[in-house]
């Protein structure tokens, strides 16, 4: 199958290993993947925080860069960049683009997917070959649980990892606090979702918290790191993407 890889502002700029784990990945599976150059911002950020119209060029983009009826799907290693693209890019074509623009969205969503749902439910496959003998912990992000839906895609995934000692997360559910600029406007409340995040985290020994988006990471990492806890996060992607030849080295986290 022919994949585009979509990065997104995250990991294009401070979680590469993220992107190149899902591109190793999907090439290890025996799958062609590909890189549009001109990809840029989904504008998922702008329509989170009010500004609608404005992400009109770059839902425009990457209607173009994605469109090419070569790529037979489209891989977004985040839930909440895969869900602005299934949803908000819709909304913004209908009320602020044109015809040709509506035909592009329409076209490129139905072909996107995070990441453990185009896994699990384009491939149809859960052991990825992946080897990981850490203890782990998964937190389901806000917009891959609630908007996506992928449920418990990300886990079957983690529990055909070989190796892995896979603990559950108490009220995994909640949110860590991060929701982007929400982050910043509300900082006390999500200074304190994040530190029950962290106690619910660090209450089940693991070594590794992991999820499927890199900002809710950065985040919860943030907080673990400040605290000193000895617990690190790492994207789903790049525990997937180990394996007993290429293995990944965990770095000591501060404690």
């Given at each position: 199958m022919r994949i585009a890889l979509f990065a997104t502002c995250l990991g294009d700029t401070l979680f590469?290993?993220?992107?190149?784990?899902?591109?190793?990945?999907l090439a290890r599976l025996g799958h062609d993947v590909v890189f549009p150059p001109q990809q840029t911002c989904c504008g998922q950020m702008h329509v989170n925080t009010g500004y609608q119209r404005e992400?009109?060029?770059l839902v425009r983009n990457f209607a173009e860069q994605f469109g090419d009826p070569a790529i037979e799907a489209v891989v977004v290693p985040s839930g909440s960049c895969a869900g602005s693209v299934r949803h908000q890019h819709e909304l913004v074509a209908e009320r602020y683009g044109d015809a040709a623009l509506r035909a592009g969205v329409a076209a490129v969503r139905t072909?996107?997917?995070e990441l453990s749902e185009f896994l699990v439910d384009v491939l149809d496959v859960t052991d990825v070959g992946a080897y990981f003998p850490h203890?782990?912990?998964y937190h389901p992000t806000c917009h891959s649980l609630r908007m996506l839906r992928v449920g418990e895609k990300p886990l079957r995934l983690l529990r055909a990892v070989e190796g892995i000692d896979l603990v559950e997360l108490p009220e995994a559910d909640a949110c860590c606090g991060?929701?982007?600029?929400?982050?910043v406007k509300n900082a006390e409340t999500s200074t304190a979702m994040l530190r029950d995040k962290m106690d619910h985290i660090t209450g089940t020994g693991a070594a590794v918290c992991t999820?499927?988006?890199?900002?809710?990471?950065?985040h919860i990492g943030g907080g673990l790191s400040r605290i000193r806890s000895g617990t690190r996060t790492l994207h789903l992607a790049q525990i997937l993407a180990a394996t007993r030849t290429a293995p990944h080295v965990l770095t000591e986290a501060a404690r």
């Open positions: 590469p290993e993220a992107v190149k784990s899902t591109a190793v990945l992400p009109v060029p072909k996107t997917y203890r782990v912990t991060f929701g982007g600029t929400f982050a999820a499927g988006d890199s900002s809710c990471l950065m």
